[in-house]
């Protein structure tokens, strides 16, 4: 196990501006959130899809590049 | 001597002309390019004799011709930026190059400021359009027909590794490395298996195991040897099987993560321990694989998860590459390796907003469910593309990114700055200096050349053949304090 000091240093190793995930609390929050707004979201992409989508994607053609 | 950690990626942009009476790619691509243009560099010209594109990393030097344009079509599809970066049309594609960077997170800087500068390109280009047209701008890699264009990294490393070590370290490693760095599609391409939905938007078109194309039958490994640089003691690798992403993130650990797998090679550490015993039907099996448990067989007879495979080079990147040298930034590239891979075992879709592939799958699973759709829909097509979409306001990225539900990893400001700032650590430092202080006595520029026009007729070519000179260190005095001609003077002297 780490001790704190190792933490410590470790974290003050790193750039400030960098920043760190907090993988579990985080995450958690992430998670709830989702399902608080996902309602407000799946709006939004109702209002800003693409009219005509059909169309649009079926000639949405490119050339092959690299 | 250890090579320094010199990167930078290239990304093919799709385009689109709503309301044209007839899509015309290339003509698009040049609008757009040429829209960007600063008045005062316009005359400049990219450098083709610094080019040699069909050199085999192998040893040889492959058929065929590469195309240099004459020079009024050169500054028509060359736009070199003062960011240190290139902006081009390459074929039918809106192309951004980075400037050089010496770390992962610049990098996300830089790359983020060429989605700025494409749809600033894409908002000056409407102005010379009929009202009723609008430029659509996709950073993703196919148009789901079986057309895809690429995103592709390059890496400066040693030129004494033998390139059969790249080709056995590198393989299993890219091949896995789309769990992390995957954008996320629906539907399959170019024959492969029927799947409704794929981690990798590029994994589909590729054929071959190793080799010089990019464009047909595209190898896992590309042998284009053009180092940009003194290719006695350089290579430059050039990757060509990744994702464009659009999450931070993505980009973070896709090429920090690789950067650390070379290290490894360079340092003569992986062999062949790793080696796959199918890696073309592999990268499409990983890329099916949603919930990253299918084995994947080794030539040894070993069997591995390609989280498993992953989790190895992690363990080895942190066996061997971690010491006092280790950089911060390195060292929490490794730090947030391991963090993902732990999110991917337990559940992928708990990285919902921090990797691509899951945030996609996601929505389009929402959407579906709230209105009774097949994955098939064209409005569900549409939300697959138009995730990619760099328009601040239509973009589906762009807008969960505003309401914060996507993981924010660099600051606006920085990205904003990275539009007209070279990196200072690098040779962009020079060339985008040099563009900034001399626009009317450069010529030509190239990742490795800037030449000087002084008095109107001879030119004067500067070589930069080391990525890491050229630095606000070593010429920032000099660039601020003299003349054009002086500057010429001075390095023509030191170099010769």
Redesign the interface.
């Known amino acids: 196990m780490r001790s704190e000091q190792q933490e410590k240093e470790q974290r003050d190793n790193k750039p400030q501006d960098i920043e760190d995930i907090q993988p579990d609390a985080e995450l958690a929050e992430q998670g709830e959130e989702l399902s608080e707004d996902l309602d407000q979201i799946l709006d939004e992409i109702d209002e800003i899809l693409e009219e005509d989508s059909e169309e649009f994607v079926e000639n949405y053609i490119q050339r092959g590049g690299q | 001597m250890t090579t320094p950690m010199i990167m930078g990626t290239e990304t093919?942009y799709?385009?689109?002309v709503?309301n044209a009476r007839d899509?015309d790619?290339v003509a698009a691509s040049t609008l757009v390019v040429n829209a960007y243009k600063d008045r005062e560099l316009k005359g400049v010209t990219w450098d083709y004799d610094q080019e040699s594109p069909l050199m085999d990393a192998r040893g040889f030097m492959s058929e065929g011709e590469s195309d240099t344009p004459d020079r009024e079509n050169n500054s028509l599809i060359n736009d070199i930026l003062i960011n240190g970066g290139r902006y081009y049309v390459?074929?039918?594609?809106p192309e951004y190059c980075t400037p050089e960077c010496t770390n992962p997170?610049d990098l996300v800087i830089y790359e983020k400021a060429g989605e700025l500068i494409l749809d600033l390109s894409r908002l000056a280009a409407e102005e010379l359009l009929p009202n009723n047209q609008e430029i659509i701008i996709y950073k993703n890699n196919?148009?789901?027909?079986?057309?895809?264009?690429?995103s592709?990294e390059n890496y400066l490393m040693s030129r004494t590794v033998p390139f059969q070590d790249i080709v056995d370290g590198l393989t299993p490693f890219l091949v896995t490395r789309q769990i992390i760095a995957g954008s996320g599609k629906l539907g399959a391409e170019n024959g492969s298996e029927e799947t409704d939905y794929q981690i990798s938007q590029r994994a589909d078109f590729f054929e071959t195991e190793i080799g010089l194309s990019?464009?047909?039958a595209r190898p896992i490994i590309n042998t284009r040897d053009e180092p940009h640089a003194d290719e006695k003691l350089f290579r430059r690798l050039h990757v060509?099987v990744g994702d464009s992403n659009m999450s931070e993130l993505a980009i973070y650990l896709k090429v920090g993560i690789t950067c650390l797998t070379l290290q490894l090679i360079e340092k003569g550490i992986l062999g062949e321990r790793f080696k796959l015993s199918t890696p073309v039907t592999d990268i499409k099996k990983v890329s099916r694989d949603l919930l990253c448990k299918t084995k994947l067989i080794l030539e040894d007879g070993r069997r591995r998860t390609s989280i498993e495979i992953q989790r190895e080079y992690l363990g080895l990147a942190r066996d061997h590459l971690s010491d006092a040298s280790t950089s911060?930034?390195m060292?929490?590239v490794m730090d947030?390796w391991e963090?993902v891979l732990?999110?991917l075992e337990a559940d992928p879709m708990?990285?919902?907003?921090?990797l691509d592939w899951v945030t996609k799958k996601?929505?389009i699973d929402?959407?579906i469910q709230?209105h009774g759709l097949k994955s098939s829909d064209?409005?569900v097509?549409?939300?697959d593309?138009?995730y990619h979409d760099i328009r601040p306001?239509?973009g589906?990225y762009a807008?969960?990114l505003k309401?914060?539900?996507v993981?924010q990893?660099v600051?606006r400001e920085e990205v904003v700055h990275a539009i007209t700032n070279p990196p200072v650590d690098t040779r962009a430092y020079f060339r985008g200096t040099c563009l900034k202080r001399f626009p009317n006595e450069i010529h030509s520029a190239s990742w490795n050349s800037m030449i000087f026009c002084l008095n109107g007729s001879s030119l004067d070519k500067i070589l930069m053949d080391r990525p890491h000179f050229g630095t606000r260190e070593i010429v920032g005095n000099l660039l601020s304090n003299r003349c054009a001609e002086e500057v010429v003077k001075e390095i023509s002297a030191n170099s010769s």
Not at chain 2, 142 to 150: I, Q
Not at chain 2, 350 to 354: F, Q, R
């Open positions: 093919e799709g385009i689109s709503k899509q790619p390459d074929h039918a594609h997170r196919t148009d789901y027909k079986g057309h895809s264009y690429g592709h990019t464009m047909v060509i911060p930034i060292s929490d947030k963090f732990n999110r708990s990285l919902n907003g921090v996601k929505l929402a959407y709230r064209p409005r097509r549409m939300l593309l138009q306001d239509k589906l807008r969960l309401n914060g539900r993981k990893f600051n």
